[in-house]
C-alpha cells in the first residue's frame, strides 16, 4: 500500500517561531501537495511540487514556503509562525500517469500556535 | 478557476437507510475527473469513488454511487443501507484534465442514527 507520512500529529509552536512540517511518500510519486484544512472552508492548496526541486505556489501561499530536495519528501515551512496559521495541516501525493487515480494522504498534522 | 460547491453542511440519515449527498461543480474542460472523499474522525482521507467526466455511466462502488449529470454540472453521492461507520465528513473534489491538483468543496458532515 501506498504509505504518506507525516511526521507530527499534533503540534503547538509559539508565535514568531520557525515551524517545519515534513511528509514523506514511499511509493515514488512525483506529485507532492501540502494543503489546509478549515471548518468551513474545505481543504484549500497551500503549494505543490511536480518534481524533485520544483515547486508552485497554490490558492493560499502566503506565509509559507515548501522544500522538496529528494522525491520522497515534500516540506512545509512556516517561516514566522502566526495565530491564523492555526488549522490541520494535510500532505498528498500522486504519481504523473496519464490516467488519474486521485490523492494519497497522510494523516495530517493538527497545529496550535499560541 | 474551477469551483466545487457543497451546499449542505450537515446531514443525518437512518441507519439502513439510503442518503444522498449533493455536489456542484463549475468548469469549461471537456475532460476531468470527479470524487468523492470521506475523511472519519480518524482525519484519515479515504477515497471514496472516482467519475471520469467522458464515461456517461455512473460510477458505482458496493454501496455507493454517483449520479452524474454533465450538462447540468452536478455530481452527487447516494450511500445506500447506510452503516454507523459511514458517519464521516465527505468532500466533493474536482481535477481538470492535464491538472493534477484537486479542487475540493467545503465538505459535508454525515451523521448516522443508530
Known amino acids: 500500500d501506498v504509505k504518506v507520512t507525516q511526521s507530527s500529529r499534533y503540534l503547538v509552536k509559539r508565535t514568531g517561531e520557525k515551524v517545519f512540517l515534513e511528509c514523506v511518500q514511499d511509493m515514488d510519486h512525483e506529485n507532492m501537495f501540502w494543503y489546509r484544512q478549515d471548518p468551513g472552508l474545505g481543504l484549500r492548496l497551500i503549494y505543490f511540487s511536480y518534481d524533485v526541486k520544483m515547486k508552485e505556489k497554490g490558492d493560499i501561499p502566503e506565509g509559507y514556503s515548501v522544500s522538496r530536495e529528494k522525491k520522497e519528501r515534500f516540506s512545509l515551512i512556516l517561516e514566522s509562525a502566526s495565530t491564523n496559521q492555526t488549522s490541520m495541516y494535510l500532505c498528498?501525493?500522486?504519481?504523473?500517469?496519464?490516467?488519474?487515480?486521485?490523492?494519497?494522504f497522510g494523516s495530517g498534522t493538527r497545529l496550535t500556535v499560541v | 478557476a474551477q469551483t466545487v460547491t457543497q451546499s449542505q453542511p450537515e446531514m443525518s440519515v437512518q441507519e439502513a437507510e439510503t442518503v444522498t449527498l449533493s455536489c456542484t461543480y463549475d468548469?469549461?474542460?471537456?475532460?476531468?475527473?470527479l470524487f468523492w472523499y470521506k475523511q472519519p474522525p480518524s482525519r484519515q482521507m479515504i477515497l471514496v469513488i472516482r467519475q471520469e467526466a467522458y464515461k456517461q455511466q455512473n460510477a458505482t462502488e458496493n454501496r455507493f454511487s454517483v449520479n452524474f449529470q454533465k450538462a447540468a454540472k452536478s455530481f452527487s453521492l447516494k450511500i445506500s443501507d447506510s452503516q454507523l461507520g459511514d458517519a464521516a465528513m465527505y468532500f466533493c473534489?474536482?481535477?481538470?484534465?492535464?491538472?493534477?491538483?484537486?479542487?475540493f468543496g467545503k465538505g459535508i458532515t454525515l451523521s448516522v442514527r443508530p
Open positions: 498528498a501525493s500522486s504519481p504523473a500517469t496519464r490516467t488519474f487515480y486521485g490523492y494519497t
Open positions: 473534489a474536482y481535477r481538470g484534465g492535464a491538472n493534477s491538483k484537486l479542487t
Open positions: 468548469t469549461s474542460e471537456s475532460d476531468y475527473y
